[in-house]
């Protein structure tokens, strides 16, 4: 990529069809793991019209109401107005939820098995996952996703304050960042569509997006006269969530990543338990890149590595700092490896995932957020030292 271009990243609302789903498959999770931290969750939820279904594979001690968890979630997300026909407590729900096979548990389990290398905890499955950092947001985050998410944030945080009555819970936003030399200078444009009442005008909510989401969360000397607004663009969005699209589980992996900038191996993370690598390896990727970046090693990383179902090492790690690194990635690789464990048990010990943490990476992204690090372990820049340390 030429060091002078246009980057956009996008981000939805609570409310969108996708998140509605994702939502509920980590509200599904959390409960499970509230009650017995060895569940093994696979859930996945489906949303059209005022119909939910929920499937899967669980396996879990756990004793809850199914439906319950998923009107509670879809009524914390807003969906309770009575011109909705998605409405938290007149959806129909479907469960059709099944345990997890055996023959992906005894390669999960800690456990020896015929024709498994090792007692140790395997990967659930084969795949590859990537972390990544820049130093281009406190965050570390690229600028155009995390623009993205505080407006999206912003956007809830007024519906569910009821500061104007006609914003429903369904959004989207975009935000297009022109870099030079490789460096955010100026918004180019900015996008909101969020779902309103009927009686609510178009001037109504372009001008009150513009005044009270854009310009009190976007830095202002990144706004000009040249910067384009575009709010509710088709100027009508009536009808929205699974009334007007239909929602699923994962649909929503780069604006849960890095808006695009990073790359994504394509697993989902939503309702899943750490055991799957999908979700836990890429937390563990995050934690990784944001330490490289954080330790001034360099200011842009990527880390890839990749696993095979029931085996405990990842089968390659991959360090690229895109030539911004202090020394070269094979130094900055080895060091990784000195001061991370790239286990799948390890993963969950090193960043404590066996806890009901997960609705709160759901929305506006699962990694960029720095308010709760107790929770958001992945978020710590606690290996800084030792890796700049270990290299050599």
Request: charge should be neutral; proline fraction near 4%.
């Amino acid at each position: 990529m030429s060091k002078n271009y246009i980057f956009s990243s996008e981000s939805v609302g609570e409310g969108h069809p996708d998140k509605v789903c994702d939502t509920i498959s980590d509200a599904v999770l959390d409960a499970c793991l509230a009650q017995d931290s060895r569940s093994r969750v696979a859930c996945e939820t489906y949303a059209k019209s005022n119909i939910v279904v929920v499937g899967g594979e669980i396996t879990t001690d756990a004793k809850f109401d199914y439906t319950q968890i998923v009107r509670d979630a879809v009524r914390e997300i807003g969906y309770v107005n009575d011109d909705d026909i998605f409405h938290a407590d007149r959806i129909f729900i479907m469960n059709i939820i099944t345990g997890q096979s055996q023959d992906i548990a005894q390669g999960v389990d800690a456990r020896a098995a015929e024709g498994k290398q090792t007692a140790e905890q395997g990967a659930g499955d084969q795949g590859l996952m990537f972390g990544f950092a820049c130093d281009e947001t406190p965050e570390l985050m690229p600028a155009p996703i995390m623009f993205a998410h505080r407006l999206g944030r912003e956007l809830t945080r007024i519906r569910k304050a009821k500061e104007v009555e006609w914003l429903r819970p369904d959004a989207k936003s975009q935000v297009s960042v022109q870099y030079e030399n490789g460096k955010p200078v100026r918004i180019a444009n900015v996008v909101v569509s969020t779902q309103h009442a009927e009686k609510a005008k178009h001037k109504t909510i372009k001008d009150f997006i513009i005044k009270e989401v854009v310009r009190k969360v976007i830095p202002a000397e990144l706004l000009d006269k040249k910067t384009e607004f575009l709010i509710n663009p088709t100027g009508r969005f009536v009808v929205g969530g699974p009334q007007g699209d239909t929602g699923l589980t994962g649909r929503k992996i780069i604006v849960d990543s890095y808006g695009g900038m990073g790359r994504h191996g394509g697993g989902a993370f939503s309702g899943k338990d750490p055991s799957k690598v999908d979700r836990s390896a890429a937390y563990m990727g995050r934690y990784v890149a944001k330490n490289i970046v954080a330790s001034g090693l360099a200011t842009r990383a990527e880390i890839q590595f990749a696993y095979a179902i029931g085996h405990p090492n990842p089968v390659s790690v991959c360090v690229d700092t895109f030539g911004t690194g202090l020394v070269p990635d094979e130094a900055i690789e080895k060091a990784v490896q000195q001061v991370f464990s790239f286990k799948p048990a390890e993963i969950i010990k090193q960043l404590n995932l066996l806890r009901p943490i997960y609705s709160k990476t759901t929305n506006y992204g699962h990694f960029g957020k720095i308010d709760d690090l107790n929770s958001i372990t992945w978020e710590r820049t606690d290996k800084a030292a030792a890796l700049k340390k270990a290299v050599k």
